[in-house]
């Protein structure tokens, strides 16, 4: 909003328009894609209505979704069975990327203009970057106890990522794993998913031990606490879509 004289005035960003006194994104409908551990359904936030993705799943934990390719991939950590796997949204194409060299495979984002997904592995305290066909793999930041949420700010080709070790922290690297920051070091328990909102330049947390909700600016000011108290009990996995943050919980 710009001041002007007796008022002001209000603009959206780029991408969206103004309905109602607030911005609504252009374009289609979007969705949320939400793992059950045995299946991955998605969630269309102006319908608020559920579909089946696919079922069957051993222990989905991470889901990353390529909108160029309308492609979604997820992280199966269930032991002697973990692997990273992708497919259509339509339910053709459906692989295997990883199933090598895994310990315990959490979260999983993907980079459409890079065209690469980064995992984090909780065993062995790695985050790594793949092409989005499975084909390279390299480890760009090793230095971590238990790492878990991941989250890309692709404008500053950012990411930030939850660890819940014995120094649990909210990092942020480089895409290519360069200049890390510990933005987040006090008062952290059990740090899980990790979201940014790009327009804010705010990154968003929660963590399962203080059941709280928590967000900072991307240079690690300005801490804040969002939402706590009655209202959680295990949150897990962030995700953000113009005003709205959305959880899961798992005690449901």
Known sequence: CVNKYKGFACDCYP?????????????????????TKKSIRSF????????????????????????LEDRVYWTDSSKNNEQVETMKISGMDRKILLN???GVPEDIVVDEASRN????????????????DGS??????ENNDKPRGLAIHNAEKLLFYSDWGEKPAIVRIGLDGSNRKDIVTTDLHWPNG??????????????AMLDVLEMVNIDG?????????????HPFSLAIFEDTLYWSDWEG
């Open 15 to 35: 991408g969206y328009v103004k309905v109602n006194n607030t911005c609504i994104a252009e374009g289609p409908a979007a969705m949320l894609y939400i793992a």
């Open 194 to 207: 990790v979201v940014v909102d790009e327009i804010m330049n705010k990154v968003y947390w929660s963590d």
């Open 117 to 132: 997904f980064y995992v984090s592995d909780a065993e062995k305290g790695r985050i790594f970057a793949c092409k989005l």
């Open 44 to 67: 269309n936030v102006r319908t608020e209505t559920y579909d089946l993705v696919v079922d069957g799943l051993s222990g989905v934990v991470g889901i990353g979704y390529d909108g």
């Open 221 to 233: 000011t300005d801490r804040k606490i969002v939402l706590d108290g009655i209202h959680l009990l």
């Open 136 to 141: 390279v793999c390299t480890v760009i930041e």
């Open 100 to 102: 090598n060299g895994l």
